[in-house]
């Protein structure tokens, strides 16, 4: 082999070696860029989750709350109509407290606590 070939195949070989790195180095970053995307969305997909969760609660309570005012309301309204002090036979009394009771905003009241239902 001349000189000449001899410098030829080793400049082949150099260009050779330097492709394939460089086709390396470009899988590496599409890898990269994949996997980038890849978390950025999953990234994302949870903090909407988290949102969910928390407009969830948030509905639930404010549901919640206006459930529980309207069973004041219609307290106050019974306890206020005409005829409202008038006698009532102990179970129908005993009946409509029990009702009250399983109500969040009548745990705490003292005729509830009382008369707990083993519920």
């Known amino acids: 082999m001349t000189r000449l070939s001899k410098l030829l195949v080793g400049l082949g070989l150099i260009i050779l070696v330097l492709g394939i790195l460089w086709l390396d180095a470009c899988q590496s970053a599409r890898n990269a860029r994949s996997e980038a995307r890849l978390n950025k969305g999953q990234a994302d997909a949870a903090v909407r989750s988290g949102r969910d969760a ?52 009548y745990r705490g009241d003292p005729r509830c606590v009382q008369h707990a239902d083993p519920r």
């Open 54 to 105: 928390v407009d969830t609660v948030g509905n639930r309570a404010a549901a919640d709350t206006r459930g529980d005012a309207l069973t004041r309301e219609n307290d106050d309204a019974i306890r206020n109509a005409e005829g409202a002090g008038a006698p009532v036979a102990d179970g129908v009394r005993d009946a409509g407290l029990a009702g009250l009771c399983r109500r969040a905003a």
